[in-house]
């Protein structure tokens, strides 16, 4: 299957700081990028849609200037989370979508504690 | 956002038994992905299905499509600790994807 790697895998930080994750897609190109969230034995909630060469699509809820995207080519994009706080501690996924296939594909997560 | 709704919540079985979990939604989707997911791992596609009554084998798991393509099933056969995950359910919709709540299945050696 398609590979999307996250990085980093583990993140801890102090209150107020930022914090960037960066999805890549391996071996496919993904005009869009999706970026969840998931709290603990929760499934995964859709946080942005992010399209390369244009601004971010957010769900409702979701502060664009808390959760900063940038889609910068056709095989990476980062999110941003600004001025970090505990309540920003969660896991962090990435998937990339496969123009071909239709189908897509998670990243491993990453784990962003807030001290 | 279209709602998937998954069950079991939760499913303890022992190594061998069979199981399966079910995703129904009111809305229709294009097609419904199943994943599986690891703890402290992103979920890892198990199956795409997209024709109504379509039904896919993959070794022991077998999943069907529902005819209205508005719910679908994973049927586990001859479970082992090794199938031990979350089970999360997505139905297409364009190009969002909407996840069911998961079914945390523990297989029990």
């Known amino acids: 299957g398609a590979v999307v790697s996250q990085h980093p895998s583990r993140v801890i930080c102090k209150s107020g700081t930022s914090v960037k994750i960066e999805c890549r897609s391996l071996d496919f190109q993904a005009t869009t990028m999706f970026w969840y969230r998931q709290f603990p034995k929760k499934s995964l909630m859709l946080m942005a849609t992010s399209n390369e060469g244009s601004k971010a699509t957010y769900e409702q809820g979701v502060e664009k200037d808390k959760f900063l995207i940038n889609h910068a080519s056709l095989t990476l994009s980062t999110l941003t989370v600004t001025s970090a706080h505990p309540e920003d501690s969660s896991f962090y996924i990435c998937?990339?979508?496969?123009?071909?296939?239709?189908?897509?594909?998670f990243g491993p997560g990453t784990r962003l504690t807030v001290l | 956002t279209q709602l998937l709704e998954q069950s079991p919540q939760f499913l303890s079985i022992q190594e061998g038994e069979n199981l399966t979990v079910y995703c129904n939604s009111s809305s229709v989707f294009s097609s419904l992905q199943w994943y599986r997911q690891e703890p402290g791992e992103g979920p890892v596609l198990l199956v795409t299905v997209v024709t109504g009554g379509e039904v896919k084998k993959l070794k022991r798991l077998t999943f069907q499509f529902g005819d209205a393509r508005k719910d679908s099933s994973l049927h586990i056969t001859a479970a082992q600790p090794g199938d031990t995950g979350l089970y999360l359910c997505a139905g297409r919709d364009d190009y969002k994807l909407s996840f069911g709540a998961g079914t945390t299945v523990t297989v029990r050696a």
């Open positions: 998937s990339a979508n496969n123009l071909e296939s239709h189908e897509q594909f």
